[in-house]
């Protein structure tokens, strides 16, 4: 019973929060004037990088995920079970020349259902993926242009994919 009870233990523990992404501290840099390159250099490669009106911007974002307690509930969980979703998106705004002139961040939360969670994914999965590559294909123009090496690593793209699929659902 008691290798039952630790094993159960063991579960819990190891299916605990995750998180994915840049903690970005914005305030780090607020108030300075900042190229793309040394804000590149200080924080790494952006999820996405967006032309704006000013010129250009360059979203940094984190997603924590923890588990609903009622996922482990036998049974229940199966109905009532899901996720807790922080999404913190950290934009770094730079006029046409390439200096930074103004940073934010944004937080958001949302509790979901498992089940909305697999309708998101499958959505996902086989709708059209032209918003997420097109945002791919953007971001890596803008640090090949600042003589930055260019990484696509599982993590960003899940990161990049996670939020692009959050926004769509909203």
């Not at 190891?14 to 793309?36: I, L, N, Y």
């Not at 890596?140 to 659902?169: C, H, K």
């Amino acid at each position: 019973m008691k290798t039952i009870i630790a094993a159960i233990a063991l579960m819990v523990l190891a299916t605990g929060c995750t998180s994915h992404g840049v903690k970005v501290d914005s305030s780090t840099v607020a108030g300075t004037s900042q190229s793309k390159a040394e804000i590149f250099d200080k924080f790494g490669q952006p999820n996405i990088a967006k032309d704006i009106p000013a010129g250009m911007s360059w979203d940094y974002i984190q997603v924590d995920v923890r588990p609903s307690g009622w996922t482990y509930v036998p049974i229940v969980g199966m109905a009532a079970g899901g996720n807790h979703y922080t999404v913190t998106v950290t934009s770094f705004i730079f006029n046409v020349e390439g200096n930074m002139i103004h940073t934010y961040a944004t937080k958001d939360e949302e509790a979901s259902n498992m089940w909305a969670d697999m309708v998101r994914i499958g959505d996902a999965a086989t709708g059209d993926t032209n918003g997420f590559q097109g945002a791919v294909d953007r971001t890596e123009r803008e640090v090949l242009s600042i003589n930055r090496p260019w990484v696509w690593n599982t993590d960003i793209a899940n990161t990049t994919g996670f939020y692009l699929m959050y926004q769509e659902a909203r």
